[in-house]
């Protein structure tokens, strides 16, 4: 006897990608393999789980990530504060010092995958999403920060996206932040009145980020905040020209947006995001920049590094808007058969045909039989292109019939082929449709 089980839903926030979707993201993430590559980018796994304090470290105390988004939680059995991860750099960072990734040369690489933010769930924002993250660890110059962002650009022209801007920053280092920042809080004291929460709270330890909100009361006053681009020294200001003029060759389009400070705290010089009005609410798909004092921050020898991370998610939804939706197919071949001996038949020769590389499914169902009719449904909800039929006359004769379920390539004449010649006569078909040369 069972006893009765209330249904588990998923929980709210993270979401489930059913097969018709995740079509889509394959695609995509085949696509994003082949542009890495073109790029030089190699890939590196991370766990999900670390130690909290590396994001706390690595992100900042005072950040909304840190002090409201992390899953955290300890660990029952050592007592260990443990959190998901909520992006990618600090584990690949901590990684890249624990394994002296850098030390004979400098490295690109791209990582993959699910992070967790405690967040209000809408569209373009939840509690499960995925980034793609890429990083250029030990490289100083402007010529990288440019790449990056000239690479950006190749993508969204890949995937025929439009209607993306590039919003450009630079934060400039660390005296210049701090005497910016002295400015700011005297900014911040006089507009007291219109400070939220989160603004009265950060005023003395984060007052950067009190520019960076969303609130709409707060807007006037964060507009005409002294503005620390106008704090950076002829340094910066050259590494920031140095981006800039790449950016001008490549012939990128890009605007001065002085308030943009990114979510995360570890940012320095150039910072830019990719913004569209396309996806509602939520505008930035990508977002990187410069950050060269968190390695050293994380216990490594100090070495300078850029990256960037898109979102997976807000990236499809836009990639869906930019192109005729994909219908998948489960197989291009779809066997259909009558009788026990016809079954067997057909599941010996879909073996053959997937030696030969071929997709194909041999029809089964809950009841084990079905006439044609049911059969030939399936083979056309599957989005084979070819039904092959298997019934008393094909085996008695060994020769199969074949079905075109969608177009037909032009000398297709042929309904009987010989088992032994099937799969080579399938492949040559298959490849006519499908446009290779054979
Ligand atoms: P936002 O301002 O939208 O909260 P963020 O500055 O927190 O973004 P990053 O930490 O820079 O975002 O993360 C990189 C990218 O990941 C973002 O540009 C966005 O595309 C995506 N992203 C961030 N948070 C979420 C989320 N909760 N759900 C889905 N995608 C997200
Ligand atoms: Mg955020």
């Given at each position: 006897m069972t006893t009765e089980f209330k249904k588990v839903a998923a929980i709210r926030g993270m979401n489930d990608v059913l097969p018709d979707a995740s079509h889509a993201w394959e695609a995509i993430e085949e696509i994003l393999r082949q542009w890495l590559k073109q790029y030089g980018y190699l890939n590196m796994r991370s766990p999900?789980?670390?130690?909290?304090r590396l994001f706390t470290r690595g992100i900042g105390e005072v950040t909304d990530i840190v002090e409201k988004e992390m899953y955290t939680f300890v660990?029952?059995?050592?007592?260990e504060s443990l959190t998901l991860r909520p992006e990618f750099t600090a584990g690949l960072v901590r990684a890249t010092i624990e394994h002296n990734l850098l030390y004979d040369r400098p490295r690109r690489i791209y990582s993959m995958g699910p992070v967790f933010r405690h967040e209000r769930p809408q569209r373009g924002r939840y509690r499960q999403f995925h980034q793609l993250d890429v990083e250029a660890l030990g490289f100083a110059g402007p010529d990288v920060d440019a790449e990056l962002i000239l690479m950006t650009a190749r993508l969204w022209a890949l995937l025929g996206i439009d209607g993306i801007e590039l919003e450009l920053n630079s934060l400039g280092q660390l005296a210049e932040r701090q005497a910016h920042r002295e400015a700011l809080i005297k900014h911040l004291e006089a507009h007291?009145?219109?400070?939220d929460e989160d603004g009265q709270r950060r005023l003395?330890?984060?007052?950067?980020?009190?520019?960076?909100?969303?609130n709409p009361a707060m807007q006037e006053m964060a507009n005409s905040a002294p503005k620390l681009f106008d704090f950076l020294g002829d340094e910066s200001r050259a590494h920031f020209d140095g981006v800039c003029q790449r950016l001008d060759d490549a012939g990128i389009r890009y605007r001065l947006n002085p308030r943009m400070v990114r979510?995360?705290?570890?940012?320095?010089l150039t910072v830019f995001e990719w913004v569209t009005d396309k996806l509602g609410a939520q505008a930035t798909v990508c977002g990187g920049g410069r950050y060269d004092d968190l390695i050293a921050l994380l216990g490594g020898k100090p070495a300078p590094a850029v990256g960037f991370a898109i979102g997976m998610e807000r990236l499809l939804d836009l990639w869906n808007q930019c192109q005729p939706a994909q219908a998948p197919s489960e197989c291009e071949v779809y066997l259909i058969h009558q009788g026990e001996a016809a079954q067997r038949q057909a599941a010996r020769l879909a073996e053959k045909l997937r030696d030969a590389g071929l997709s194909v499914i041999v029809h089964a169902s809950v009841t084990g039989s079905a006439n044609f009719k049911a059969q030939f449904k399936r083979a056309d909800a599957s989005g084979a292109q070819i039904a092959v039929i298997l019934g008393e006359d094909e085996l008695a004769s060994e020769q199969a019939s074949i079905k075109w379920l969608r177009a037909e390539p032009?000398?297709?004449?042929?309904q009987r082929v010989a088992f032994a010649e099937l799969a080579q006569y399938l492949q040559g078909q298959l490849d006519k449709v499908s446009g290779k040369k054979v």
């Open positions: 999900v789980l670390e130690h909290t660990d029952s059995l050592n007592g007291r009145d219109v400070l003395y330890t984060n007052p950067l980020r009190v520019l960076d909100t969303k979510g995360l705290d570890y940012y320095n032009s000398q297709a004449q042929q």
